[in-house]
């Protein structure tokens, strides 16, 4: 005596295998396309890096290039207007060192300010981790 109920089953048993290779082929292609996306996205972003550094660095040139450019124009209208090169170029070395002056002041202001407590206490809290943050439940 032969049961239907055993064909059926056996019917069953290689399509929930195929079905499970199929799954199993679709996630590996997925995974495939994914990663072939992120190499991807790796390598334009290396490329945007290094063209960014690259037009940093050009950017910087030119700036000097003009610098020297006005520096040099202020040079030969201060000559014209007083007559004489050498006051010239002496009166744009004075007016170079004020400046340089004014900024090695602003730095070094800017460096008193970055000791004070309160500036010290929120980098600290800047440079903490997540998890020490949320272990000292948000107080630095």
Do not use: K, N
Not at 64 to 70: D, I, Y
Not at 121 to 132: C, H, K, S
């Amino acid at each position: 005596m032969t049961t239907d109920s055993s064909e059926p089953a056996a019917d069953a048993a290689p399509s929930v295998w195929a079905e499970l290779t199929q799954l199993a082929g679709s996630a590996r292609a997925l995974l495939g396309a994914h990663g072939r996306l992120l190499g991807a996205e790796l390598g334009l972003a290396h490329r945007a890096l290094t063209g960014l550094l690259a037009s940093a660095l050009v950017a910087i040139a030119l700036a000097v290039a003009l610098g020297l450019t006005v520096l040099g124009l202020l040079g030969v209208l201060l000559a014209g207007w007083l007559h004489s090169w050498p006051l010239a170029l002496a009166l744009l070395a004075l007016l170079q060192m004020l400046l340089l002056g004014a900024a090695i002041a602003a730095f070094r202001c800017c460096l008193h300010w970055l000791s004070l407590p309160a500036s010290r206490r929120a980098w600290a809290g800047l440079l903490q981790t997540p998890r020490a943050t949320e272990r000292t439940g948000g107080a630095p």
